[in-house]
């Protein structure tokens, strides 16, 4: 798979950066093991499950403002195309009889969603710098599709903290953690892939490290 960003910044005024960014989608070609089982048991297998995966474009736009030599803020703004993702069919997949073969397809029904965030940065010494933001994302799932992946959530919450630490003029590493809170919700639903019924809760912990240099 491959993709593509371009992206400009403007500087309107003293310690003010405007920036917009467009980031592509991609297409990736997944084949993987696919394993059918009932009552826990597993009952067939297939190694020759494939899938394709779209991914969606995201469009973004920031704004930084200095208030000082070590203390700024920023406001940002995402815009993904979630539509993609009608639904995900899986082709090979575990057959219910040994003889056949199976394509399976999970209903999605996602729609495009809007994300906003803000945050602060705060330059601790000249080589350390802390950033710390919150963000609010509407939800891309349909209601009215159910799944174990489903995010029921109209909205959901992200709080996040950064540390970058200059080694030298040329070398900088980074270290960020994230995490994101999702209500919990039910699901009741019947598809051709399988009955779902239950009590989803579902929590999300990113931690990044990062590490850059430059000429």
Same mark, same amino acid.
């Given at each position: 798979?491959?993709?593509?960003?371009? @992206?400009?910044?403007?500087?309107?005024?003293?310690? @003010?950066?405007?920036?917009?960014?467009?980031?592509? /989608?991609?297409?990736?070609?997944?084949?993987?093991?696919?394993?059918?089982?009932?009552?826990?048991?597993?009952?067939?297998?297939?190694?020759?499950?494939?899938?394709?995966?779209?991914?969606? +474009?995201?469009?973004?736009?920031?704004? +930084? &403002?200095?208030?000082?030599?070590? +203390?700024?803020?920023?406001? =940002?703004?995402?815009?993904?195309?979630?539509?993609? +993702? &009608? /639904?995900?069919?899986?082709?090979?997949?575990?057959?219910?009889?040994? $003889?056949?073969?199976?394509?399976?397809?999970?209903?999605?029904?996602?729609?495009?969603?809007? &994300?906003?965030?803000?945050?602060?940065?705060?330059?601790?010494?000249?080589?350390?710098?802390?950033?710390?933001?919150?963000?609010?994302?509407?939800?891309?799932?349909?209601?009215?599709?159910?799944?174990?992946?489903?995010?029921?959530?109209?909205?959901?919450?992200?709080? @996040? *903290?950064?540390?970058?630490?200059?080694?030298?003029?040329? *070398?900088?590493? =980074?270290?960020?953690?994230?995490?994101?809170?999702?209500?919990?919700?039910?699901?009741?639903?019947? $598809?051709? #892939?399988? *009955?779902?019924?239950? &009590?989803?809760?579902?929590? /999300?912990?990113?931690?990044?490290?990062? #590490?850059?240099?430059?000429?």
């Amino acid at each position: 798979a491959w993709g593509w960003h371009i @992206g400009g910044m403007l500087k309107p005024w003293r310690g @003010g950066f405007i920036g917009l960014s467009y980031y592509s /989608s991609s297409i990736f070609k997944v084949k993987g093991t696919s394993e059918l089982t009932v009552n826990g048991q597993p009952t067939s297998t297939s190694d020759n499950a494939t899938a394709t995966l779209t991914t969606p +474009f995201v469009v973004r736009f920031d704004y +930084f &403002q200095a208030l000082s030599h070590k +203390f700024g803020v920023m406001v =940002g703004a995402n815009y993904t195309n979630w539509s993609v +993702f &009608q /639904s995900y069919t899986i082709y090979n997949a575990a057959p219910i009889h040994p $003889s056949t073969t199976t394509t399976v397809t999970l209903p999605l029904g996602f729609t495009n969603a809007w &994300q906003y965030s803000l945050g602060a940065r705060y330059v601790m010494t000249p080589k350390l710098t802390m950033i710390a933001g919150i963000g609010i994302e509407t939800s891309p799932a349909d209601p009215s599709v159910k799944t174990p992946t489903s995010l029921e959530s109209p909205n959901y919450w992200t709080l @996040g *903290i950064s540390a970058n630490y200059d080694i030298s003029q040329h *070398i900088n590493l =980074g270290l960020s953690y994230g995490h994101a809170f999702f209500s919990k919700h039910s699901v009741d639903s019947t $598809s051709a #892939a399988g *009955i779902y019924k239950g &009590q989803i809760s579902i929590d /999300s912990n990113v931690i990044a490290t990062s #590490a850059s240099i430059t000429f």
